[in-house]
T-cell receptor
Framework: SQQGEEDPQALSIQEGENATMNCSYK?????LQWYRQNSGRGLVHLIL?????REKHSGRLRVTLDTSKKSSSLLITASRAADTASYFC????????????FGKGTKLTVNP | EAQVTQNPRYLITVTGKKLTVTCSQN?????MSWYRQDPGLGLRQIYY???????DKGDVPEGYKVSRKEKRNFPLILESPSPNQTSLYFC???????????FGPGTRLLVL
């Protein structure tokens, strides 16, 4: 089952530009997480935002959550070539099983 | 150092030859899970475990078995591997399904 869907599937920008990725989900959630994956490696946790939060910051990352629209966005400001990676959102369905469901990811390429 | 380890990292095998991929974590986490990652399909959860002796199916459990006899270990067993199980496998652990997941480095499996 696909709970989270990232958009766009791929994004290519120049260094210094901002990158925005979106995640939409289908059912109510307790929280939403964003992860980053460098090619073929294990995922690394970036940010967790709870359902009662609307916005969260961590360094150059800004995550928003709109529970009424069932969507979240990840903004990376002043991107660097080292930000090149795939980004995934993940959710656990509220009141459901304990499965954690990942989206298919957005592949970000930051060109130097 | 807090970590999740997987072994082996790379494995080539033949159809029908039973194999086990080990996963171990040193963070005293209760929640552990296995994922497979395939191009275009993102991460899909195979099995998860809420605690010792408590396991449950994820989204793609067919052809896999798991066990959780100790809190730190969560091996993935392929009793009779088939070519469609060729994939990149990740183990992860956390305090709970909705909490930060710590991923292992991945195991690349090729079934001939």
């Amino acid at each position: 089952s696909q709970q989270g869907e990232e958009d766009p599937q791929a994004l290519s920008i120049q260094e210094g530009e901002n990158a925005t990725m979106n995640c939409s989900y289908k059912t109510s959630i307790n929280n939403l997480q964003w992860y980053r994956q460098n090619s073929g490696r294990g995922l690394v946790h970036l940010i967790l935002i709870r359902s009662n939060e609307r916005e969260k910051h961590s360094g150059r990352l800004r995550v928003t959550l709109d529970t009424s629209k069932k969507s979240s966005s990840l903004l990376i400001t002043a991107s660097r070539a080292a930000d090149t990676a795939s980004y995934f959102c993940a959710t656990v369905v509220q009141g459901g099983s304990e499965k954690l469901v990942f989206g298919k990811g957005t592949k970000l390429t930051v060109n130097p | 150092e807090a970590q999740v380890t997987q072994n082996p990292r790379y494995l080539i095998t033949v159809t029908g030859k039973k194999l086990t991929v080990t996963c171990s974590q040193n963070m005293n986490h209760e929640y552990m899970s296995w994922y497979r990652q395939d191009p275009g399909l993102g991460l899909r959860q195979i099995y998860y475990s809420m605690n010792v002796e408590v396991t449950d199916k994820g989204d793609v459990p067919e052809g896999y078995k798991v066990s959780r006899k100790e809190k730190r270990n969560f091996p993935l067993i392929l009793e009779s591997p088939s070519p469609n199980q060729t994939s990149l496998y990740f183990c992860a652990s956390s305090a709970g399904p909705g909490e930060t997941q710590y991923f292992g480095p991945g195991t690349r499996l090729l079934v001939l």
